[in-house]
């Protein structure tokens, strides 16, 4: 069978419905998305999780009101997708991704905004952008590897635009981690980072951000994640402890 259905998550069931990306609900990162996604901050989001026939989590989409994205955007008066992925591979190709970004695009209609708009990517942890051109969107900007995606419904609100996240990296001496507690992966990350940062003697300063005008004035593409050596964005995503000891290598080599 091919049947799937679509529900909401909300800050009074977001610690049992879970958050699809990561399912181990005793994981740091897992106790931490839930406590971001409950703060006051963060009004008008909402996560919509796939479920297959056996109610499986396979899918999902995570979206907010573009004022408070956690990316660095301006995107006022659109709704801005975080993140959209069909985690099982034999789940993709049945318009589970259309169904998800229609949910959204019902959203923005209710709430009048002037469209939804998404970062895509052909790098890892973004959605690239053929689901989001298939659905009637646009490239609106670029910067880097990255591509913003937009869907207008009027034209009440200027076009998004990326914020440029390169014009504060020089500010960043030695060895930098920014990230936040959006994505459930991050805390695991920093927490192998700080410890391998620990046992090759480097000092690695890590800042969280808490905030979205913080994460829109961040250092990296990503927005929530970012890794830093003097001046320099080495990584914009989630990274291993393997990644960064090689990195550690190519960067002091001996």
């Avoid at 003097?230 to 960067?251: A, C, M, P, V, W």
Wanted: aromatic share 10%.
């Amino acid at each position: 069978m091919n049947s799937f259905t679509i529900i909401g998550v909300t800050a009074e069931n977001v610690a049992e419905a879970g958050i699809c990306c990561n399912k181990d609900k005793k994981s740091p990162g897992f106790k931490a998305k839930v406590e971001w996604f409950k703060l006051k901050i963060n009004q008008g989001l909402n996560i919509k999780l796939v479920l297959d026939e056996r109610g499986k989590q396979i899918g999902f989409t995570e979206y907010i009101p573009g004022e408070m994205a956690w990316r660095p955007v301006n995107a006022a008066g659109y709704l801005f997708i975080h993140c959209i992925a069909i985690l099982e591979k034999d789940s993709r190709n049945k318009n589970i991704a259309t169904r998800l970004l229609q949910e959204c695009e019902a959203d923005a209609k209710l709430n009048h905004k002037s469209g939804i708009c998404a970062m895509c990517s052909d790098g890892v942890w973004m959605a690239n952008k053929t689901v989001f051109e298939k659905n009637g969107f646009e490239v609106a900007d670029k910067l880097g590897r990255f591509e913003l995606m937009v869907k207008k419904f009027d034209d009440k609100n200027p076009v998004p635009q990326f914020i440029d996240w390169t014009k504060n990296q020089a500010n960043y001496k030695g060895w930098n981690l920014v990230y936040s507690d959006q994505c459930p992966w991050h805390e695991k990350s920093v927490a192998d980072l700080q410890l391998t940062a620990k046992n090759h003697g480097i000092e690695l300063h890590v800042a969280k951000l808490t905030t979205p005008e913080e994460a829109q004035q961040a250092p990296s593409g990503f927005g929530t994640f970012g890794l830093i050596y003097n001046g320099k964005l080495l990584e914009d995503h989630y990274l291993s402890k393997t990644r960064f000891e090689n990195i550690l290598k190519q960067q002091n080599p001996k």
